[in-house]
């Protein structure tokens, strides 16, 4: 093994990396308590279930970065998963709330512009980074993916959270709207920013 072998190795098992990976991983164990509370009928503590390996892997989400800043284990392994896992977490979960049927009608625009937003950002970010452009995240990006973790986690409780807070889906679909009216905005600052370098390029 290589030295560069041994550096990769190493940074890919860090805490930070470990914690990212983790998130990952839990996606179907919260596909399979979904699918089988809604799909198949299962009991309704199958939601509290899903909301809590939802909640620890965003907790993941928030302590990679901080472990990875403080302990100065940043890596670029890290920054390509990190973004991969976020999406594939919200990704899941909003097409598993659709095919339950908690997200539907009007709502489902919601998502389809949530989820065509990452679409575009990541497209976005595999051009720039071809041409060494980095897009930090907007203080209001952050603030989106907080609403629309909120949001999920709402609509992830669904009936079981109903008959402990009234209007417990009724919040989360609120909030996944509001996400998605800012997601609008973030993205067009994305794709605006993204256009001003492609036009430089093509200069």
């Not at 993916?145 to 986690?153: E, N, P, R, S, V």
């Not at 997601?183 to 370098?197: A, E, K, L």
């Amino acid at each position: 093994m290589t030295v560069t072998t041994k550096r990769t190795a190493n940074s890919a098992m860090s805490l930070p990396n470990i914690l990212t990976m983790a998130r990952i991983a839990a996606i179907p164990v919260l596909v399979g308590c979904i699918f089988s509370q809604s799909i198949m009928d299962g009991p309704l503590w199958l939601r509290w279930v899903a909301l809590g390996v939802f909640i620890g892997a965003a907790v993941t989400d928030f302590f990679d970065g901080y472990y990875a800043r403080i302990w100065n284990q940043q890596s670029a392994f890290g920054r390509m998963l990190d973004p991969i896992a976020d999406k594939l977490l919200v990704a899941s979960c909003l097409l598993m709330l659709a095919a339950d049927g908690i997200i539907h009608g009007w709502t489902l625009w919601a998502a389809i512009v949530i989820l065509c937003r990452e679409i575009l950002v990541s497209g976005l970010r595999e051009y720039l980074a071809a041409l060494r452009v980095s897009v930090p995240v907007s203080r209001i990006a952050k603030w989106k993916t907080t609403i629309q973790l909120i949001a999920i986690g709402f609509l992830l409780a669904g009936e079981a959270g109903d008959q402990v807070l009234p209007f417990t889906t009724q919040i989360g679909l609120a909030l996944l709207w509001i996400s998605a009216i800012v997601t609008i905005y973030t993205g067009y600052d994305y794709f605006r920013s993204g256009i001003h370098h492609l036009i430089e390029e093509d200069a």
